[in-house]
């Protein structure tokens, strides 16, 4: 034990051997007891007792009892003797009777301890060494652990004690507390001497604790963790030494909080190995059933009776090391647990498994034996772990589940029992970390072929191969699951549908479709199926989606529909929709603890988030995302989460971290789905941003081709011509970004294609070049000034062409950069929030007079120019619009917020609804 816990709280004892002592030179004979738990400090008081003993004029002869030689006769006797001072004559002697004892008493056949008949001769020659020196000096005998003294040695000191009436002699022995006291007829006996004396420690108060922490970190330091240290050491000052000897370096790393180290563990396993035989049994036992420990269960499984047992354990809570028959700490059980070897730890759990099943506890609770060891080969284990594994699962415990499931599937050898603890095994594992199932695949797709999987473990089966990519085998379990004839369990038609009509939709690519399949009546098939059946969405597609998820169970079989109904609301410009059924089923899935669902759903929301403009709530969700499970066991869908990332950080321009996400490793079968097109989106627009646009013209034109193809093409949700546009412009390519543009605004709103541009359509008729672009420039100052920013950008698209008709490529480029950017911030999902205009209060308006009204989009961002001290030709310039339109606009300013000056403009904007926001900015035509 350390110098620092020696001799705390035992200033009393001290002073007490102190004064027998004095009563000892005095020539009066004394025996003193000091008993107390293991590890209280019996041994450091009797040397620092012996160590000033000896400063003032005694002979210290001293001895170490130990368990390995508790039978070995007149062993301790033979230690004391030894570390005498004795003259080689004295020594000779002592040899020759201590030798000639010892073939005595191996002779005999004593009844018990305190009869062993030690020959009279032997006896009175030792009397007579010890007299000898007593006569020559005080002398103080201790004994330390002297429960595992030889009960020869303790007869011999009786006889001594007995023989010296009147000597300068002090014995002190060191006894430990145990369940049962070692040598009773030893200790009766002395209590009735005259000269016994009796002295028992306790563990340290929390009074003594805090004044060990004091002198060691400080009083503050003091104030703040004493309670913690007395908790987890429970005043024991072995355990108190090492958990200050822990502390001490974790404070030298930074951390203050008290928290127990290697050695305190080591510790804890030093305390068990010096108990009792039976006090480290149920210390043991204790560890391994924790909170199901009990004295009736721990009898049961070491087979003693329970008196015995309470006995055991009130040692155990004296010594500190437990408290009401458990341990203080958690640290202090896995310590215990750890101080076992391997196949004594499986045993016991072994044990306990068996004991608690026949009292009948619930089976998650046996289960957690069974595991612990690796046996489940009682006829009552398998439906045990089975159940257990399933309440685990609904407890939101996957982790505890996997491990019964894992025993389950070892000891399995009937090939359709395997099969369905595999699969369920591939269900728990995927809510843990979804790359877990990959090496099951190869069994689960056999099991499938010899029908061992039906109903929602073959889809659960088909969502994690559709996940991971194997589209091939996917195929295969999807043309084996319409060929069987069973029916679907309650809630299972939901989830089914047909199979490759989800295989279609998440693998576009495989869009070739059977006979049959075409011949599919929409309306005929469960909500969820009919919603993938065309890339369009309409009101019955968003109804069927709402029905979806009003349904989900959170179940990895729902995974396909579930991911599909949220895709629809999303295309269908449902937002605010699907963000409400993604937080509602992302709370259910976070009671539940399921990982999995709360990183799709966490995906989700993060790219409903971008496609509104929400930059900071879509990096939170994010990050949750690729946090909950990382990038590799995202699977092809890996693109959801990425994408949305770069998106969000692009728009963020924190560019380092999207080309960190960029490098995320992603399979090359995420392109042959339907994340692919979305993941190149993004990778795009990042370029496009670091002023890539060769680049990043490749990935819009590889995402368009691939959406075109698969007949996913819808401008509003993945806009890749704007920004296919715009790379070209950039690449001064204006004829071909007009052209994208054009088609861009025609797809946009199919419904309203006819009548779209007939004004533009008629001016485009007009012979003359130059009377064509004038025309244009007219109605594009008086749609300006108007809402229809669909007629606006059209307009633009067509002047730009006019202007490249007369080879005026400035001008052409520069209509053209003005038609990308009104469709990107109005047509698209804004990635970065544009202000809006809100209505002029009440009291505004009669502030400002009768002729007070809202400013228009075009017209605040005019005012904001011209109040940063613009010129009418910058304004112009900067917006792509004409001085006569600036001219016109600043005209309606002054009268709307009753202006008479240029320069009362910064403060009447302040003053106006959304004044305080930034202007809505264009870019440049540079």
């Known amino acids: 034990m350390g110098a620092l816990v020696d001799l705390v709280e035992r200033d009393d004892e001290l002073s007490s051997l102190q004064d027998l002592l004095i009563e000892t030179f005095q020539g009066r004979k004394r025996v003193a007891v000091v008993t107390g738990a293991v590890a209280t400090g019996k041994t450091a008081l009797l040397h620092t007792f012996a160590g000033h003993a000896v ?40 040899t020759r009777l201590l030798d000639s004892a010892a073939l005595t008493l191996a002779l005999q056949s004593a009844d018990s301890e305190m009869t062993a008949d030690i020959p009279f001769p032997v006896l009175n020659g030792l009397w007579k060494v010890i007299h000898g020196l007593v006569q020559r000096t005080p002398v103080l005998i201790g004994v330390d652990d002297m429960h595992y003294a030889d009960a020869p040695s303790l007869r011999c000191l009786l006889y001594l004690a007995r023989q010296l009436r009147t000597a300068r002699l002090l014995v002190v022995l060191n006894d430990c507390m145990r369940p049962v ?4 007829e030893f200790h009766a006996e ?25 002198r060691v970190f400080g009083h503050q330091a003091a104030d703040q963790l004493s309670a913690a240290f007395h908790e987890m050491s429970g005043g024991n000052p072995l355990l108190l030494q090492a958990l200050i000897e822990d502390h001490r370096s974790q404070r030298e790393k930074g951390r203050l909080e008290v928290q127990p180290g290697e050695r305190f563990g080591q510790a804890v396993s030093n305390f068990v190995y010096r108990c009792e035989n039976s006090m480290m049994n149920v210390a043991r036992v204790t560890a391994v059933l924790g909170d199901q420990a009990s004295v009736g269960r721990i009898a049961e499984i070491l087979g003693e009776d329970v008196d015995s047992i309470k006995r055991s354990g009130s040692a155990l809570t004296a010594s500190g090391l437990m408290k009401g028959g458990r341990y203080g700490h958690e640290a202090v059980r896995n310590a215990v647990l750890n101080g076992m070897i391997p196949e004594e730890r499986g045993a016991l759990h072994g044990r306990a498994a068996e004991v608690l099943h026949d009292l009948g506890l619930p089976a998650h609770v046996v289960a957690r034996h069974l595991v612990a060891a690796r046996w489940a080969m009682a006829p009552w284990a398998m439906p045990v772990l089975q159940d257990a594994a399933e309440q685990e699962l609904a407890g939101g415990d996957a982790t505890v589940a996997i491990r019964c499931l894992r025993l389950l599937r070892e000891t399995c050898v009937d090939e359709p029992q395997r099969s369905a603890v595999t699969s369920a095994l591939s269900g728990a594992e995927w809510q843990v970390d979804p790359s877990l199932v990959i090496r099951l695949f190869p069994e689960l797709i056999e099991a499938a072929r010899g029908e061992y999987l039906t109903g929602r473990n073959l889809v659960r089966l088909l969502t994690y191969l559709f996940w991971h990519g194997w589209d091939e085998q996917a195929a295969e379990v999807a043309d084996l699951m319409q060929g069987r004839t069973e029916q679907p369990g309650p809630g299972e038609a939901e989830d089914r549908g047909d199979p490759r009509l989800w295989l279609s939709w998440l693998y576009p690519g495989r869009r070739a479709r059977s006979a049959r399949e075409r011949a599919m009546d929409p309306a005929g098939g469960p909500a969820a199926a009919t919603m993938v059946k ?14 979806v998820l009003l349904r989900c169970r959170l179940d990895d079989a729902a995974f396909p529909s579930c991911l599909a109904a949220l895709a629809t609301l999303i295309y269908g410009g449902a937002l605010e ?19 999995m669902w709360r990183a799709l759903l966490s995906a989700t929301l993060a790219l409903i988030d971008v496609r509104r403009g929400d930059l900071a709530s879509a990096k939170r969700h994010g990050k949750a995302a690729l946090t909950l499970i990382s990038p ?3 699977g092809v869908a890996v693109g959801i989460p990425l994408s949305s990332m770069v998106l969000t950080t692009t728009a963020r321009a924190e560019y380092q971290e999207a080309a960190t996400l960029l490098e995320v490793p992603v399979p090359e079968k995420m392109f042959q789905t339907i994340c692919g097109p979305l993941y190149m989106y993004a990778r795009g627009r990042y370029y496009l941003a670091i002023d890539e646009p060769r680049t990043a013209l490749a990935d819009f034109e590889s995402c368009g081709s691939l959406l075109v193809g698969w007949g996913f093409d819808q401008p509003l949700n993945i806009p890749w011509r704007t920004h296919a546009a715009e790379s070209h412009l950039r690449l001064g390519r204006t004829a071909q970004a007009t052209e994208l543009l054009e088609k861009q605004i025609f797809r946009l709103k199919p419904q309203d294609q006819l009548g779209r541009g007939g004004p533009v359509q008629r001016i485009m008729q007009v012979a003359d070049p130059e009377e064509r672009v004038r025309l244009l420039r007219e109605l594009v100052d008086t749609l300006d000034t108007g809402e229809d920013w669909m007629e606006s950008a059209f307009a633009l698209v067509k002047l730009s062409h006019a202007y490249a008709a007369l080879e005026r490529r400035d001008a052409s480029e520069q209509a053209a950069r003005r038609a990308c950017w009104m469709i990107t911030h109005r047509g698209a999902e804004p990635l970065k929030p544009v202000p809006s205009i809100g209505a002029i209060s009440e009291s505004a308006i009669k502030k400002r007079g009768p002729a007070s009204a809202e400013l228009s989009g075009a017209e605040r961002r005019v005012a904001m ?17 004409t001085i006569s339109t600036v001219e016109q606009h600043l005209t309606r300013v002054y009268r709307k917020l009753g202006l008479s000056r240029r320069s ?23």
């Not at 006291?181 to 009773?184: K, S, T, Y």
């Not at 929709?577 to 539940?592: I, Y």
């Open 190 to 214: 002395l209590r009735g001497q005259p000269y016994f004396r009796y002295f028992k420690l306790e563990p340290l108060s929390l009074i003594a604790v805090r004044n060990v922490v004091s």
């Open 904 to 926: 009362e403009l910064s403060a009447a904007l302040r003053k106006s609804p959304g004044g305080d926001k930034p202007s809505e900015r264009q870019p440049s035509g540079n």
């Open 181 to 184: 006291q070692a040598h009773p």
């Open 577 to 595: 929709s699907a963000a409400g059924w993604c937080r509602r089923l992302l709370k259910k899935a976070e009671n539940r603890g399921v990982t």
């Open 55 to 94: 400063n003032s004029g005694s002979v210290f002869l001293s001895a170490t009892a130990s368990r390995a030689e508790r039978d070995v006769p007149l062993g301790v006797i033979g230690q004391l003797l030894r570390s005498a001072n004795l003259s080689a004559a004295e020594n000779d002697r002592v």
């Open 632 to 634: 590799q066991s995202w």
């Open 534 to 547: 065309r890339v369009e969405v309409g009101d019955d597609q968003l109804i069927a989606a709402e029905q």
């Open 865 to 881: 120019l011209a109040a940063e001290g613009r010129s009418n030709q910058q304004i112009a310039s900067r917006l792509f619009i």
